[in-house]
């Protein structure tokens, strides 16, 4: 999902985004120029051919600035540390988390069921009707 059709008919309750802030940040001045802008942007973008997946929008923990993504490391405290910042352009760095494999080789421990698992209940025959 990418917000496009919130930006574009912003519902009337129960949004996701919060369109204030990202007015503000992108600039704009209102609601209607802001979504008429986000239409030209992605209209450029289709008409450009730039039509594949960013996977730094999905699978990093922040994207923007250095500074910025310095800032959300410094406020993750502990949960930052491990965590690597990457540069992938002059204005866009990203905060990555390792991506560790699961192991291949799972080996189940399998026992023989016996007697000692379980206990019998005389269950039946206390209530059963003779």
């Not at 997946?53 to 405290?77: M, P, Y």
Request: with cysteine; hydrophobic share 30%; net charge negative.
């Amino acid at each position: 999902m990418s917000g496009y059709n919130e930006i574009q008919h912003s519902p009337a309750r129960y949004g996701v985004i919060d369109f204030e802030g990202l007015r503000n940040l992108c600039g704009l001045p209102g609601v209607a120029l802001f979504s008429e802008q986000h239409r030209q942007w992605v209209q450029e973008a289709v008409e450009n051919g730039r039509t594949q997946r960013e996977s730094c929008w999905t699978d990093c923990i922040a994207v923007g600035s250095n500074r910025f993504v310095e800032e959300t490391k410094t406020k993750l405290g502990i949960m930052g540390l491990g965590r690597r910042i990457e540069t992938l352009e002059t204005d866009r760095c990203v905060l990555r988390e390792e991506s560790t494999p699961y192991n291949a080789v799972i080996v189940p421990k399998i026992e023989r069921l016996s007697l000692e698992n379980g206990y019998f209940w005389d269950y039946n025959s206390m209530y059963s009707v003779t």
